[in-house]
């Protein structure tokens, strides 16, 4: 075999054997839903979950930082539905910073800001934002979550 085809083919193989995103993105899905009951105030009772959402800023550059804001729209069986805001575990937060560096030794920028949903059935949306990040670069009020709860019902009616 020439060169060149060794070549490609070694390529090739390195590509299959990159990290695995799609399975990274689950797991972190798996722990949010699992972190939905640390609330930050009161208790979860028993409520059920029906969306969650998350918007996680990261800067490496100047040591690691980040700062999250994460918000679960749930209800007690019979009662309305409620936005709450709920803590990160430590084993989350390690998870967001894996996909981060996978992506980038996938050959991606590393992104600055991540929007992430997840719908009770299942589905979820990665949305990456490259830019500077909000909150970590002075801007404390900059909340993207605020106000789900009327988005959430709008977009639904």
Not at 15 to 44: C, K
Not at 87 to 101: G, N, Q, T, V, W
């Amino acid at each position: 075999m020439s060169q060149m085809f060794k070549r490609l083919f070694s390529r090739f193989e390195k590509r299959r054997s990159g990290p695995n995103l799609p399975a990274l993105q689950a797991e972190i899905v798996r722990r949010l839903a699992n972190d939905v009951t640390d609330l930050h105030e009161g208790s979860w009772e028993g409520r059920e979950w029906v969306y969650l959402a998350l918007n996680h800023e990261v800067l490496i550059e100047e040591g690691r930082r980040s700062s999250s804001q994460a918000v679960v729209l749930a209800h007690l069986p019979g009662a309305e539905l409620e936005s709450l805001g709920f803590r990160l575990s430590r084993e989350s937060k390690e998870a967001l910073l894996a996909l981060r560096d996978a992506m980038a030794d996938d050959g991606a920028e590393p992104w600055t800001v991540l929007d992430l949903t997840v719908e009770r059935s299942g589905h979820y949306e990665f949305s990456f934002g490259y830019g500077p990040p909000p909150r970590l670069n002075g801007d404390l009020l900059h909340s993207p979550l605020q106000g789900l709860l009327g988005r959430y019902h709008a977009a639904r009616t």
